[in-house]
C-alpha cells in the first residue's frame, strides 16, 4: 500500500492532493495546524476511500512543528511513499511593508520546511527503490515578486536539481508551478483578487490531475494550463529586467 504525507492537505490544493489519494486507496498522514480541521478532513477522506488516515498537528513555522513532521517521515517501520511539501501562504504585501518576522516565517514554511521534511524523507525512499516528493512552487517562480517568489524561485530550483540528482534510483522529485488557483489562500492574505481574469483561474482538482500525470511521465515541472504553460514559456524570452518591471506595477497595488 502506497502511503502519502501531506503538508497543507485540509484546504485548497492540498486538500485536493488528499482526495485524489483517499480514492486511490492510499493511507495518509496530514499535516496543518488546525487539530479540529484535521480531524473533520480525515474522516472526509475515509469515507472516500482512504483505508488510514493519520493526523499530525504541526505548525512548520516552528522548529518543534517541523521534527514532529521529520521524525514521521524518517520512521523506517512505517515507510512513507510519498511527501507532498504544499502548505503555504502569502504576506498579501510588498517587502518594505512587512516585518522581518513575518518574511522569516514565511521562508520557514516555503524554504526551510520543504528542505528539512525532503532530507528527512529520501533516506528511506532510496533504500527501498521507490517514492516521489512533490514540492509547490507557483507561476511566482518565474517572476521577481517579494520573498514569496523568491521561495518560490527555490523550490523550483530545487526541485530539478533533485530530479537530475535521483535519476535511476526509483525516487522522483517534481516542482508544482500553478498559477491563480481557486482555494482559501487569497481570502487569507488579504489579496484582492477581482482584477484577475477569469481565464486566470484554475480548479486545485485540475491543478493536482495535471501534476500527478505529469509526474507519472518523470517531468521534473509540472505547469498545469495551457495559458500559463505559454506565459511560463514565453517568460524564458523576456529580459530579466521587463519581468522585474512589469512586477513592480502590480505590487504597486498591495
Ligand atoms: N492558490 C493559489 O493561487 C496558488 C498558486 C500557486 C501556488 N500556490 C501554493 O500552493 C500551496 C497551497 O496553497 P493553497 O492555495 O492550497 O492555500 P490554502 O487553501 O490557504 O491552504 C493552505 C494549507 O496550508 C496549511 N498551513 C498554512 N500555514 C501552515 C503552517 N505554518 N504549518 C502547517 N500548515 C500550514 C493550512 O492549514 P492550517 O491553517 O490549519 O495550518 C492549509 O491546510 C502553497 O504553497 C501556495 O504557495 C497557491
Known amino acids: 500500500m502506497t502511503t502519502a504525507l501531506i503538508t497543507g492537505g485540509t484546504a485548497g490544493i492540498g486538500k485536493a492532493f488528499a482526495d485524489s489519494f483517499a480514492r486511490s486507496g492510499y493511507h495518509l498522514i496530514l499535516v496543518a495546524r488546525n487539530p479540529e480541521r484535521l480531524d473533520t478532513v480525515a474522516e472526509e477522506l475515509r469515507g472516500l476511500g482512504a483505508p488510514e488516515v493519520e493526523t499530525l498537528p504541526a505548525d512548520l513555522v516552528t522548529e518543534e512543528g ?52 525532503t532530507h528527512a524523507a529520501l533516506p528511506g525512499m532510496i533504500a527501498r527503490g521507490r517514492g516521489a516528493v512533490i ?59 477581482t482584477s484577475v481574469p477569469g481565464w486566470m483561474w484554475l480548479d486545485a482538482e485540475y491543478v493536482v490531475e495535471n501534476a500527478l500525470r505529469d509526474l507519472r ?3 521534473p515541472v509540472s505547469v498545469p494550463g495551457p495559458q500559463y504553460k505559454v ?16 512586477s513592480r506595477s502590480m505590487s504597486k497595488r498591495w
Open 66 to 117: 517541523r521534527a514532529a513532521v521529520e521524525a514521521r517521515l524518517a520512521d523506517a517501520d512505517r515507510p512513507v511513499d510519498f511527501l507532498v511539501n504544499n502548505a503555504g501562504f502569502d504576506l498579501g504585501k510588498a517587502f518594505t511593508k512587512t516585518s522581518a518576522e513575518d518574511e522569516e516565517r514565511l521562508l520557514d514554511v516555503h524554504v526551510l520546511a520543504p528542505m528539512r521534511l
Open 135 to 193: 514540492n509547490v512552487a507557483s507561476v511566482a517562480a518565474f517572476v521577481p515578486r517579494g520573498t514569496y517568489s523568491a521561495a518560490k524561485a527555490w523550490a523550483l530550483s530545487f526541485s530539478e536539481s533533485l530530479a537530475a540528482e535521483l535519476r535511476g534510483t526509483g525516487v522522483r522529485a517534481m516542482a508544482l508551478c500553478p498559477g491563480f488557483t481557486h482555494t482559501e489562500f487569497h481570502q487569507r492574505a488579504d489579496i484582492e483578487t
Open 217 to 219: 511521465r518523470g517531468l
Open 231 to 246: 506565459l511560463t514559456a514565453a517568460s524564458r524570452y523576456v529580459p530579466r529586467g521587463v519581468r522585474t518591471r512589469v
